[in-house]
């Protein structure tokens, strides 16, 4: 099969997949979600005193990175973790779309945030699981089917005088390959790049996705986080390519920790910018998506640029 075969294969599996399962969320789970007490109330776990549902939520973020990295073993784990948590987002897209952050619970938005807080941290410790669960089970399957395993654009050329890559155009393509998080802190030397490439990815995320939130309008919300985080996991990817990928859809979540703790201190509603209204739910599907999307369409645009360069070298 040709390279470019490969790509376009994996190209049409992530986004079919990732549509979809958000479809499938949105139409046949999603209503479980919304608050008993009101469903006008956006969808909160811990605040609501409904933590059962967030259990409910990481049970099927689990199914479906398992199932995607069964079904996808052809294409990288940053594109199975992509259509896990896009996924998941129509769990997000049901949230109710009137700004009621007010309404979650009494008291003042420093209470909720920090639960909102709590929330987060629990969806970073598990999203580190579920990347862990997919990098074992490609491992498992490769490791009994090599066949099936992504091996990415240079294998096919490791035999050949073109796998030197003397082509120094082409030697700037090459990126990291993606790896878990554990593997890459095993490692000092890829340690300060994955821990740059995350610095950026948070920091320019959270000015793109503030510059695009012009209101507090649910779908501006996802729209912005989403958008303003895919564009900051592929500037990051230019400067600080990694194969760390928690490092990129971590700089989401990481994200939405500055927003939360710079919000606890807030003593009334007034001062709550739409920013500040993003959910957890939000950023767990909407962000760390955006982050994971810009992270693979980067890998995937030097993927086509190599395969160019390295083709017209065969032919030469």
């Not at 990175?65 to 073993?73: E, G, K, Q, T």
């Not at 896990?84 to 009494?106: C, H, Q, T, Y």
Request: net charge neutral; glycine share 8%.
């Amino acid at each position: 099969m040709s390279h470019d075969r490969i790509l376009e294969n994996e190209k049409l599996r992530v986004l079919t997949f990732s549509l979809g399962l958000m479809l499938l969320v949105y139409f046949l789970f999603s209503d479980f979600f919304v608050p008993v007490s009101d469903p006008m109330l956006p969808i909160l776990f811990i605040s609501t005193g409904e933590a059962g549902k967030l259990a409910v939520f990481l049970m099927i973020l689990f199914l479906f990175i398992f199932i995607a990295s069964i079904f996808m073993i052809r294409a990288r784990v940053s594109g199975v973790m992509l259509v896990a948590v896009v996924g998941m987002g129509g769990v997000a897209a049901k949230s109710s779309g009137d700004s009621l952050l007010p309404g979650a619970m009494e008291g003042t938005p420093g209470e909720l945030y920090g639960l909102m807080l709590v929330e987060i941290l629990i969806f970073g410790f598990f999203m580190l699981l579920a990347e862990t669960l997919a990098f074992r089970i490609r491992d498992i399957i490769s490791g009994r089917i090599p066949a099936f395993r992504w091996s990415g654009i240079l294998d096919s050329y490791q035999n050949t005088p073109v796998a030197k890559l003397d082509n120094k155009a082409a030697s700037k393509l090459v990126v990291p390959r993606e790896e878990s998080c554990l593997s890459v802190l095993l490692r000092q030397g890829e340690r300060k790049n994955a821990a740059m490439h995350l610095l950026v990815c948070t920091a320019a995320g959270l000015v793109i996705t503030t510059a695009l939130m012009r209101t507090d309008a649910r779908g501006q919300i996802l729209f912005s986080v989403f958008t303003g985080f895919a564009i900051a996991a592929m500037l990051s990817c230019r400067f600080f390519p990694t194969g760390c990928l928690c490092a990129s859809w971590g700089g989401a979540l990481a994200a939405s920790v500055v927003i939360y703790l710079s919000s606890v201190v807030s003593v009334a509603w007034e001062d709550v910018l739409p920013i500040k209204e993003t959910l957890p739910v939000d950023w767990i599907t909407a962000g760390c998506g955006g982050s994971l999307f810009g992270y693979w369409v980067s890998r995937r645009m030097k993927d086509y640029r190599l395969v160019e360069i390295l083709e017209d070298r065969e032919a030469e």
